[in-house]
């Protein structure tokens, strides 16, 4: 069929950076090392998939609530209330999502009119900038690792988007750091969007949530899910909790565009709230201590990288090796047969940098560093 009938804003979405470059992967042999996916490397927990498989033996295939399993909503409100302080109404202030991407998707949809700015970190997770102009949105670009540049922006702004621990950073927010944005919220009036997916993997201090910070509470759309902390991104749940307006206005768009999350996921995700603190914390173990070996191996190679005290990637600067991000990528994969993503695919920021995943086992990891610098030193 004709692209004559496709919409002149679909047109202009270019294609994600990531899933762009990884069709080249796919092409390129099974010999290819790829720390390119966001995606960890542990299977389910067992008792998590259990429940999943359990559940599908009881019959339990229905359609649940829209906004998700009630017995879901009560453990999620739990959940934040223990790491917060803060205990959301389960019935009427959280709303189940198919992954955080539709939470945002939801959130973009029903607060912004055309042209309503929105600020989102640059460099950020891809699907920031291409929801809110799907959404009829202006994306507004801030560096998420200097924050006091915010007080140089005017104009009015509809919302902020955070995601701390960062992807593709790794950056977290410290006290300080979460106050400022937090008065600037305040002056310009905005809502404050507060993607916390990785807050279970915060390395060098407990991940302190936007919640914390006094009078933030009724201003802010907090999204969580199970994906990454839990090993779970197949079940695609996430959540958005926030007042009451806001959800029902979110959830408004998600029973007619998704009805609701598969009911065998949200089964799984009660037991993965309920009982998998114990897995959590030993993957979050391993993930720093691949953390700190992959830093050793780009400081032994004199390539600057930050220091990625959460989620789980690096965002090395590779402008010495006289390439671009593209380039660099590209031969890599060529070359010594390594798959990463050019940093130019999370903003303009991240030209010059490449994101590296570390949710891979060491055996794969020493491997790739192996032919990483092989290819750095050639």
Known sequence: MSKKYLSDLVQTIPPSGIRKFFDLVINAGDDVISLGVGEPDFSTPWHIRESAIFALEKGFTSYSENAGLFELREEISKYHHLQTGHKYDPKEEVLVTNGVSEGMDLVFRAILNTGDRVLIPDPGFVCYES?????????????????????????????????????????????????????????????????????????????????????????????????????????????ACGNSAMISAMNKIHQYSAMCASSISQIATIEALRRGE???????????????????????????????????????????????????????????????????????KGKSHVRITYAEGMETLEIFFERFEKFWKK
């Open 131 to 239: 929801l809110v102009r799907l959404a009829g949105g202006v994306p507004v670009f801030y560096d998420p690792l200097n924050i006091k540049e915010l007080e140089t922006l005017e104009g009015k702004f509809k919302a902020i988007v955070l995601n701390f621990p960062g992807n593709p950073i790794g950056n977290i927010f410290s006290q300080k750091e979460l106050e400022l944005i937090a008065d600037f919220a305040e002056k310009k009036d905005m809502i404050v969007l507060s993607d916390e997916i990785y807050a279970e993997l915060s390395f060098e201090q407990k991940h302190i949530s936007f919640l914390e910070i006094p009078n933030m509470i009724d201003r802010t759309i907090l999204f969580g899910g199970v994906s990454k902390s839990h090993a779970m991104t197949g079940f695609r749940i996430g959540w």
């Open 278 to 348: 114990k897995e959590v914390l030993k993957m979050h173990e391993s993930y720093k201590k691949r953390r700190d070996f992959c830093l050793l191996k780009l400081k032994k190679l004199k390539i600057p990288c930050s220091k990625a005290e959460g989620a789980f990637y690096l965002f090395p600067d590779i402008s010495a090796s006289g390439l671009s991000d593209v380039e660099f990528c590209e031969k890599l994969l060529s070359e010594a047969k390594c798959a990463i993503i050019p940093g130019s695919a999370f903003g303009t």
